[in-house]
C-alpha cells in the first residue's frame, strides 16, 4: 500500500507502532531452509532437535527477522527507503508454533554526513515478542529519508 509521502521532517522520536500476531509454521522454515541452504538440525532435524536443551526445532534467527522486517513494511513511503540493520540480537529461540508481534519505535534522527541539506538517517527500534511477551530478537532498521528542500 502506498501512503503519503512522509519526509525527514515528519518523524518524531518516540512515536511507535505495533503489529498483529503472526504463527510461524512448519512449512516457514522448511522454505526458509531451501531458500538460504541453511538445513542445520536444529532447524530440520526434529528427532535430534527433541534431544537438545529446547526440546524441538528452532526457527531460523534470520527467517524471524525477515518475518518481523516483512511485517512492519506494510506501507511504501517514496520519499524513504532502507538503509540496513544494526545491531540485530537473536535474544531467545522460536519455535514452531510460536507466535510473534513487533514493536517499532523511531529512536533517532541525524542529518546525512555528506548531504545534510537534502538527507536524513532515521532509526527505528524493532522488537519482536512471542506470545508469552518474551523479547525473541531486536534491532535497529536504518531508514535513509528525504528532506524537504
Do not use: C
Not at 531451501?34 to 527467517?63: C, K, N, S, V, Y
Not at 522460536?94 to 513487533?102: A, E, H, K, Q, S
Amino acid at each position: 500500500m502506498i501512503t503519503a509521502d512522509r519526509w525527514f521532517e515528519d518523524y518524531e522520536v518516540g512515536e511507535r507502532r505495533t503489529t498483529v500476531g503472526r504463527t510461524i509454521t512448519e512449512a516457514d522454515i522448511v522454505i526458509h531452509a531451501g531458500q538460504t541452504g541453511d538445513f542445520f538440525p536444529h532447524h530440520m532435524d526434529a528427532e535430534w532437535a527433541a534431544t537438545q536443551p529446547m526440546g524441538a526445532r528452532i526457527a531460523h534467527g534470520t527467517l524471524v527477522l525477515s518475518i518481523a522486517v516483512g511485517m512492519t513494511a506494510g506501507d511504501i513511503n517514496p520519499q524513504s527507503m532502507s538503509y540496513g540493520y544494526d545491531r540485530i540480537r537473536f535474544v531467545k529461540p522460536v519455535l514452531i508454533g510460536d507466535t510473534v508481534t513487533v514493536s517499532a519505535e523511531i529512536v533517532g534522527k541525524r542529518d546525512h554526513v555528506k548531504r545534510p541539506d537534502e538527507l536524513g538517517y532515521v532509526d527505528e527500534l524493532v522488537t519482536v515478542l512471542n506470545q508469552r511477551g518474551e523479547t525473541v530478537l531486536v534491532l535497529t532498521h536504518l531508514y535513509l529519508v528525504n528532506k524537504r528542500s
